[in-house]
């Protein structure tokens, strides 16, 4: 029993090595293998010890691989900057080597990053490709290289939202007046007055709505419905 308790207090002092759940599951999109990656993890367990420059000799004791393959793939992390070298100083102002896994992390972060802008990226395109076919449905027909290149400028120049666009498009068609001219002027009052949402284009159009109503109800006919001329803005 006594000894029992002895291999687990052991075990206990050995301690744990935290591993980033991310490094586990992108390992391979950053450029990793599997022998590269838990020679990295032996490192780090090395530096978690305090052992800040592990030998490719101590390395090769744990794993299934030469001293001299572990040599090789310490050279390779490096110069694929996947671990770094940097230089520390004992109380005794010696310098010595240590390794740095902060390439390794920036790589992950990078990943991310980049798999963010790819996912936006997507995003953008379906969207992008929906509006377009809105616009198609709307019109009866296909758009004119004209047409697709104001779109793509209330996109990318004008930097409008496509339901902001696919929402102009709608007062155009409420209004009775579907053209690329009509929608690009609702655009453009709605930005000057800082519309960005879709309950707030849907607010304004209503209030200038009402607004003309009663200005015009002497004129109109109480079965037409009196809808703004966002041209004559």
Known sequence: MVKEKEIMMTWIEEGTIQVPQLLMSKYKQIGLDETELVLLLHVHSFMEKGVFFPTPEQLAERMTVSGNT??????????????????GVQQDSIGFEKYTLKPLWLKLVDELIYESKQDELEKSLTQESNLYTTFEQEFGRPLSPL????LSMWLDQDQHDSSIIKAALKEAVISGKL?????????????KNGIKTLDQARNYGENFRQKRSKSNQAQRSSATVPFYNWLEQ
């Open 70 to 87: 572990c040599v090789s793939i310490l050279k390779k992390l490096v110069q694929n900057q996947f671990i770094g070298i940097d230089e």
């Open 147 to 150: 047409e697709c290149e104001t």
């Open 179 to 191: 053209n690329f001219r009509y929608i690009d002027r609702i655009l453009f009052e709605w930005k």
